[in-house]
C-alpha cells in the first residue's frame, strides 16, 4: 500500500497558474492508476481527472479539459496537475488518489479509489 501527500497549493490570481503535486510512498507507484478531484465547501468532490499506471493515457472533465494537465514521474514517485488559467470557481480543496491497477483506463468516481491524500486548499481571486 502506498501513501500520498499533495502539496502545491495556495492562493493565485484569476487567469493564473499552479502546480499541484501528488508524491507517493513506497516502490510501486508504476503499478497505480492516479486521480485527481476536488471538493469545494459544501458540494460533492468533484473528478478532474486522472492517469493510467504507465502514463500512457489521461482523462479529463470537461470542466477542466484545456486548462489542466495531469502527468506523472514514476522515478520520481510523483504525479502532477498543472492548472492554468485559474477561475475563482477552481477554489476547493484538492485530491489525488491512486488505486493498484495497471489497466489502460481511468476511474472516475471517488468509490473506485482506495488511497488518498490529505488534501491541498486552491484559492484563486478574482
Known amino acids: 500500500q502506498i501513501q500520498l501527500v499533495e502539496s502545491g497549493g495556495g492562493l493565485v490570481q484569476a487567469g493564473g497558474s499552479l502546480r499541484l503535486s501528488c508524491a507517493a510512498s513506497?516502490?510501486?507507484?508504476?503499478?497505480?492508476?492516479v486521480g485527481w478531484f476536488r471538493q469545494a465547501p459544501e458540494k460533492v468532490r468533484e473528478f478532474l481527472g486522472g492517469?493510467?499506471?504507465?502514463?500512457?493515457?489521461?482523462l479529463y472533465a470537461d470542466s477542466v479539459k484545456g486548462r489542466f494537465t495531469i502527468s506523472r514521474d514514476n522515478a520520481k514517485n510523483t504525479a502532477y496537475l498543472q492548472m492554468n488559467s485559474a477561475r475563482p470557481e477552481d477554489t476547493a480543496v484538492y485530491f489525488c488518489?491512486?488505486?493498484?491497477?495497471?489497466?489502460?483506463?481511468?476511474?472516475?468516481?471517488?468509490?473506485?479509489?482506495?488511497?488518498w491524500g490529505q488534501g491541498t486548499q486552491v484559492t484563486v481571486s478574482s
Open positions: 488518489a491512486a488505486l493498484y491497477s495497471n489497466r489502460r483506463t481511468v476511474p472516475t468516481t471517488p468509490q473506485a479509489f482506495d488511497t
Open positions: 513506497g516502490r510501486t507507484f508504476s503499478s497505480y492508476v
Open positions: 492517469i493510467t499506471s504507465s502514463g500512457g493515457i489521461t
